[in-house]
Structure formats: structure tokens, C-alpha cells
């Protein structure tokens, strides 16, 4: 019990400071495998590093950055579900142990007993956003996580330069604004804003 005690104890702190725990091959068999578990562990199995070469692995990591800080700063957020991450670099005998051959891989290992096939999600099939990811571990584990996205100011950013930039032109040629009846500007203008569409 109190083996149980910290280990969940040394979960919640590392989570405090981070959503996705990373782990190499020493802290996944503590803490995933090794029993006493009263906590459900999501891995993410993925290869970073840029030599890689592995541009799913990005950005499926991102769609997971998005749910676990989702997870970390909801409500209903607990030591029942953690989420953690084994690259390749960092855990090669994970990958060995599990006989893994594929990166980036979702699994979940349950509180007791080993994962089963259903356990492992169907990223191939279903996609990985994580929206689809918490709709699984929904399924998995009765954990349910509402995605919150952080917003996206670029378009608007955009927006409020290009409005100055007209009002600053505006502004000044304005003892001569003989120019906004010259048809080539015009054109030229429309060109421009249809190839940056």
C-alpha cells in the first residue's frame, strides 16, 4: 500500500509541472507495468527526434499535448489517469519488450491485469485529434475529457495588419487620393490577395 501510495504520490507531481510525463525504459516498468496500479496510464510510443523524420509523430504529439493539458486543467481532473510518453531515443527496450515496430502508437494500460487488443488505439482507422483520443479513453477507462484548444489569433492578427496598412496608406496620401481610381493598382491589388488565399 504504500509502494501504491508513492508512486501515485511521484505521478501527481510530475504532472503538476508537465501534462505529458516522459519516460524511458526504468520509469515505464515502475510505473506502468509494475504492479500495485489503482491509475490508468496512457502511452504514447513516438519517435521525436528529428532524424527521425517522423512528421506524424509531431503532430499527433500535439493533438496529445492538446487532451492531456485538456485533462490536466479540467475539473474533474485526478490520480486515476496519466498521461506519458516513451520515445524511441529514450526507450528503445520499451519498444523491444513490446515488440513494437510502429511509431507513434496510443495504448492504455489499465489499473489491473495487462492491456488488451482494444487497449491499443486504431490510429490507422480512426485518425489521431484528440477529440477522437478522448472519445477512447472515454471508452477505456469512464474517464470523460472535454478538448479545450488553444484559440488561434493568426487570422485576426492578420486582419488588424492589413487594416492599418490601408488606413496608414490612407492616411498618407490623403491630399492625394487620386490613386484609388487607378485601375492597375486595383488589379494588382486583386492578384496579390488571390494568390495569398
Known sequence: QNLLAEKVEQLMEWSSRRSVIRMNGDKFRRFVKAPPRNYSVIVMFTALQPQRQCSVC???????????????????????????????????????????NS????????????????DTFDLQRIGFAAEQLAKWIADRTD????????????????????????????????????????????AMAALVCSFSL
Not at 511509431?103 to 482494444?118: E, I, V
Not at 486582419?159 to 481610381?181: K, P, T, W
Request: charged fraction near 20%; charge should be positive.
Open 58 to 100: 509531431r503532430q499527433a504529439n500535439e493533438e496529445y499535448q492538446v487532451l492531456a493539458n485538456s485533462w490536466r486543467y479540467s475539473s474533474a481532473f485526478s490520480n486515476k489517469l496519466f498521461f506519458t510518453i516513451v520515445d524511441y531515443d529514450e526507450g528503445a527496450d520499451v519498444f523491444q519488450q513490446l515488440n513494437m
Open 103 to 118: 511509431a507513434p502508437t496510443f495504448m492504455h494500460f489499465p489499473p489491473k491485469g495487462k492491456p488488451k487488443r482494444a
Open 143 to 186: 474517464v470523460h475529457i472535454r478538448v479545450f484548444r488553444p484559440p488561434n489569433y493568426s487570422g485576426t492578427i492578420a486582419l488588424a495588419l492589413l487594416v492599418s496598412l490601408v488606413g496608414g496608406l490612407l492616411y498618407l496620401r490623403r491630399n492625394n487620393l487620386e490613386f484609388i481610381y487607378n485601375k492597375t493598382g486595383w
